[in-house]
């Protein structure tokens, strides 16, 4: 399949992974938008938060819990983060792999839209 982040998680691109188990892989973001910018994917193929299915609920539910402790790694917890979400064209989602954005380690701007 011809999907980025499939080969990151497949190892085929190299990453800097933070964390990885076999669902899940956590890995920094090649172009930091704060001074903490993981991504967090699931190995499962699925394009957009508009493709998660039923039977994906559970698996997604625990990628937060993945978030959550990704958060306390990389020492954010407590100081605060964003999680986020991109969903198509208006969103700019560039790769259509589904993934949470996780940002910290300063102040960050008011999102906008
Ligand atoms: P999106 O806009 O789809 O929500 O976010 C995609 C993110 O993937 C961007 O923040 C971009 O910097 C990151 N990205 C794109 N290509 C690579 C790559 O090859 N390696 C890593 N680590 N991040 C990437
Ligand atoms: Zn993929």
């Given at each position: 399949?011809?999907?980025?982040?499939?080969?990151?998680?497949?190892?085929?691109?190299?990453?800097?992974?933070?964390?990885?188990?076999?669902?899940?892989?956590?890995?920094?973001?090649?172009?930091?938008?704060?001074?903490?910018?993981?991504?967090?994917?699931?190995?499962?193929?699925?394009?957009t938060m508009n493709d998660v299915a039923a039977e994906d609920l559970a698996m997604i539910g625990e990628m937060h819990k993945v978030a959550q402790n990704a958060a306390k790694k990389l020492g954010?917890?407590?100081?605060?983060?964003?999680?986020?979400?991109?969903?198509?064209?208006?969103?700019?989602?560039?790769?259509?792999?589904?993934?949470?954005?996780?940002?910290?380690?300063?102040?960050?701007?008011?999102?906008?839209?």
């Open positions: 399949m011809d999907c980025l982040f499939c080969k990151i998680a497949a190892g085929q691109i190299p990453s800097n992974k933070v964390y990885e188990d076999d669902q899940f892989l956590v890995f920094h973001d090649i172009q930091p938008a704060a001074p903490t910018h993981v991504l967090i994917i699931p190995k499962k193929h699925i394009a954010i917890s407590e100081s605060g983060y964003r999680l986020i979400n991109n969903c198509g064209p208006d969103s700019g989602q560039a790769v259509y792999h589904i993934h949470y954005h996780l940002l910290g380690g300063a102040k960050l701007g008011a999102l906008t839209g």
